[in-house]
């Protein structure tokens, strides 16, 4: 497989300058060397590989390996080969352990300066490779990008024509679906996407729509291997959310890019950042996250940033980055952070030694600068808590509020609430119900609906409006216990959000 082309350039400058260490940061062993055998080719240079079981092995563009170099199985002794064996490109995959070791360190300086004289350069690849601090002056960093589309497409056709030399295979793919599976195989490696492919291929002998659903939950297990991130169930469309007509049609909208990304591309539009819900507890902010992964038919992954914090210095940091690399491996899909304020509020920093704010300051550059079609809903109840830089237009594509729920809205959400529970909503009196609810949020609702079950339950009797009307005379709502702060929050939202309803 030809690799990148901005990649091959930047290495090749790279060697040609002198950088005779260089880190090629990626998971995908395969796909790094290939890229070394083909620039190795392009500058006229032996290229060599190194195992812990092999040790340097001698490789060309045409074949797989030529003869190993005698006793470079220990790590030491295969730098101090590569100290005195000439120009050429070094490999050393998965060597981020050794340089633990003093021994290696001291060869591998020795190697970099025999190599001002020399063309070439030895590479480390693998993912997060820490170098000793005084080999980092002398190493540059090179990020292998991720399989691209067209690289997936071309597996998926490499894939049926081996397969359908040995077997009948049966391709029943719409446009659409297909467009579908490639987008899901994004953030796997090549490999992992083959070996998935193979397996879904062997099984019926056929590779259908219906196979996306295998793709995404073998991304799951994927992702939830980190221990950072929870794949959560997306169960319900927006048809469950009461009201919020303007966050619908904001949505709607931006569906239609998801489902056709080539021609979205053409009038110059991405993939959407995200939405940033503000508003009061219990009023349907999480359900929209789960909704909305429902009606795009995305996998919804859910961040706890308590998840992030470690008592080392730099942790909590990395485990974001770590966090973030695995939404991005589960792109496209929806990342929703709940009540972003408990983690991101501001002055936080005097508490924690500024881990707040270097996470924040990390986070925020994650949302503008971003790779991976990644649509983050976060939600807060709090907004005094929140930084400033999360209202700022670019980190998010439009901030909602999102209010109590009207009266007609109060109506539908007992409709929903009562069907859902096997009670037919037209035997009672919605609109009478929606009165005597003024001031509840749908959280409170639900549960009114819920506490009138049960002691309808333990009467023995059907559930009956005065049931419900008597759980509402006994509840006090936020709206009532907590006026003040709302009405502060309603007054703050005014001229800095869009309304949700």
């Known amino acids: 497989m030809t690799p990148p082309a901005d990649t091959?350039?930047?290495?090749?400058?790279?060697?040609?300058?002198?950088h005779s260490l260089i880190v090629l940061d990626t998971t995908e062993e395969g796909r790094a060397e290939s890229l070394l055998r083909h620039v190795a080719a392009q500058q006229s240079l032996h290229c060599y590989s190194w195992r812990r079981s092999t040790g340097l092995r001698h490789l060309t563009s045409g074949q797989d390996a030529e003869p190993v170099l005698d006793a470079t199985a220990e790590p030491a002794h295969a730098l101090s080969a590569v100290a005195t064996e000439g120009s050429g490109i070094y490999h050393f995959p998965a060597f981020g352990a050794h340089l633990e070791d003093g021994l290696v360190v001291a060869h591998l300086k020795d190697v970099v300066d025999r190599f001002r004289g020399r063309r070439g350069a030895v590479v480390f690849s693998g993912a997060d490779v820490t170098l000793p601090e005084s080999l980092q002056a002398h190493a540059a960093t090179l990020q292998l990008p991720p399989p691209t589309d067209a690289d997936f497409r071309r597996l998926v056709e490499r894939l049926v024509r081996d397969l359908s030399a040995r077997m009948r295979v049966e391709v029943d793919l719409t446009p659409e679906e297909a467009t579908r599976l490639i987008a899901n195989l994004r953030g796997m490696t090549l490999l992992q996407a083959e070996r998935l492919l193979t397996k879904m291929?062997?099984?019926?002998?056929?590779?259908?729509?219906?196979?996306?659903?295998?793709?995404?939950?073998?991304?799951?297990?994927?992702?939830?291997?980190?221990?950072?991130?929870?794949?959560?169930?997306?169960?319900?469309?927006?048809?469950?959310?009461?009201?919020?007509?303007?966050?619908?049609?904001?949505?709607?909208?931006?569906?239609?890019?998801?489902?056709?990304?080539?021609?979205?591309?053409?009038?110059?539009?991405?993939?959407?950042k995200g939405v940033l819900l503000l508003g009061v507890p219990g009023c349907g902010k999480s359900l929209c996250a789960r909704a909305v992964a429902h009606e795009w038919r995305l996998p919804l992954l859910k961040l706890d940033p308590s998840n992030l914090y470690d008592k080392y210095v730099g942790s909590s940091e990395k485990n974001f980055k770590r966090a973030m690399k695995a939404a991005e491996r589960m792109a496209p899909a929806v990342l929703?952070?709940?009540?972003?304020?408990?983690?991101?509020?501001?002055?936080?920093?005097?508490?924690?030694?500024g881990v707040s704010t270097r996470v924040l300051g990390t986070f925020l550059s994650w949302l503008q600068d971003r790779d991976g079609d990644v649509f983050v809903v976060a939600t807060a109840n709090d907004a005094s808590k929140l930084p400033p830089e999360f209202i700022r237009k670019g980190r998010f594509d439009e901030v909602f509020f999102v209010d109590l729920p009207t009266p007609a809205e109060r109506r539908a959400i007992f409709e929903i609430h009562l069907a859902r529970r096997q009670q037919k909503p037209p035997c009672f009196d919605l609109d009478a119900l929606a009165r005597a609810t003024e001031g509840f949020s749908?959280?409170?609702?639900?549960?009114?609906?819920?506490?009138?079950?049960?002691?309808?339950?333990?009467?023995?009797?059907?559930?009956?409006?005065?049931?419900?009307?008597?759980?509402?005379?006994?509840?006090?709502?936020?709206?009532?216990?907590m006026g003040e702060r709302l009405t502060a929050l309603r007054e703050w939202a005014r001229d800095r959000t869009v309304a949700a309803a």
Do not use: N
């Open 8 to 18: 091959v350039e930047e290495l090749e400058l790279l060697i040609r300058s002198g």
């Open 336 to 353: 929703w952070i709940d009540e972003l304020e408990k983690a991101f509020a501001a002055g936080g920093s005097d508490q924690d030694g």
């Open 201 to 272: 291929v062997m099984q019926d002998g056929k590779l259908r729509g219906d196979d996306v659903r295998q793709v995404i939950a073998a991304k799951r297990g994927l992702v939830e291997r980190e221990g950072l991130l929870e794949f959560y169930p997306a169960d319900g469309g927006l048809a469950g959310v009461a009201g919020l007509d303007g966050l619908k049609g904001w949505l709607v909208k931006r569906r239609a890019v998801l489902a056709d990304p080539r021609r979205a591309a053409t009038y110059g539009l991405t993939f959407p």
């Open 442 to 481: 749908g959280a409170e609702i639900e549960q009114l609906v819920v506490s009138a079950l049960c002691t309808a339950f333990a009467e023995g009797a059907p559930l009956s409006a005065a049931h419900l009307q008597a759980e509402a005379r006994a509840t006090h709502p936020l709206a009532r216990t």
